[in-house]
Every structure is written in structure tokens, then in C-alpha cells.
């Protein structure tokens, strides 16, 4: 079992940037893709990117597609969400998670194992 910790939420005027982390324990993290999402108050959990084992592959949902990069250090076992010019409807509560599937995941039972979520908030 993976133990995956996000960090690197907090506040930000609409605009602005913020750097999720995610890392992960263990010793098998390259062998798995990984993923992000969010969930905003009364919604579900949607889609955000997710990053192929080696790092070679990204995918995005549309609604952050060319503001939001993933990205993976395996070295330090940690996977990246640089958010740029965020938008109010960009807040959210931010979870990673691990899937064994090799090729691109976007729902949410793809995802075996979830961190416990790092909180974003986007004023406008």
C-alpha cells in the first residue's frame, strides 16, 4: 500500500500561481501513473491530469489545459501540479492518486490508491 501526501495549497488572488506536491512512500512509485484531481463544495471529484509512469505522457482536462502542467521528480518519488493564472472556479480541495492502468485514467475508480488533499482557494 502507498501512502501519498500532498501539499502546497493555500490562498491566491485570481492570476496567480501555486505548486501542488505529491509524495509518495515506497520504493515502486515509477512504475505507476499517477493523477490529479479536485473537488470543489457540493461537487464531485473531477478530472484535472494525469502523467504517464516514466513522465513521458500528460493528459489534461479542458478546463485546465494550457494553465496547468504535471509533472514527476522519481528520484524524490513526487509528482508535481503547477497551476498558473487560477481562476476563482479553480478552487477546490486537490487529491493525487496512484492507478495501475497504464494508459490514460480520467475516472475516478481508475485510482487505486488517494492522498488526503490539499485545499485551494482562489480569490477573485
Known amino acids: 500500500q502507498v501512502q501519498l501526501v500532498e501539499s502546497g495549497g493555500g490562498l491566491v488572488q485570481a492570476g496567480g500561481s501555486l505548486r501542488l506536491s505529491c509524495a509518495a512512500s515506497?520504493?515502486?512509485?515509477?512504475?505507476?501513473?499517477m493523477g490529479w484531481f479536485r473537488q470543489a463544495p457540493g461537487k464531485e471529484r473531477e478530472f484535472v491530469a494525469w502523467i504517464s509512469n516514466s513522465g513521458g505522457s500528460t493528459y489534461y482536462a479542458d478546463s485546465v489545459k494550457a494553465r496547468f502542467t504535471i509533472s514527476r521528480d522519481s528520484a524524490n518519488n513526487t509528482v508535481y501540479l503547477q497551476m498558473n493564472s487560477l481562476k476563482s472556479e479553480d478552487t477546490a480541495v486537490y487529491y493525487c492518486a496512484r492507478t495501475i492502468l497504464a494508459q490514460v485514467a480520467v475516472r475516478r475508480y481508475n485510482y487505486n490508491d488517494w492522498g488526503q488533499g490539499t485545499q485551494v482557494t482562489v480569490s477573485s
Open positions: 515506497g520504493r515502486t512509485f515509477s512504475r505507476y501513473a
